[in-house]
């Protein structure tokens, strides 16, 4: 499972930071309900999880 951070978010997108430091942008619709900054997510199988 990868997991990331949630770095920013900026209008309908946020800014998810992963363990090796890359960032993605993703959609905010796309993500779990509750997902603010700071949350750290789980994806795998194109799925996002809250895991904090």
């Known amino acids: ?3 990331l951070t949630v770095k920013e978010i900026s209008g309908e997108y946020a800014t998810l930071l992963d ?3 890359e960032e993605l942008f993703i ?3 796309l993500l779990p309900q ?3 900054i700071g949350t750290l997510l ?3 199988n194109f799925e ?3 895991l904090k």
């Open 34 to 36: 509750g997902t603010d």
């Open 1 to 3: 499972m990868r997991r």
């Open 27 to 29: 959609a905010l619709a």
């Open 19 to 21: 363990d090796s430091g």
């Open 42 to 44: 789980g994806y795998e």
């Open 48 to 50: 996002f999880e809250i």
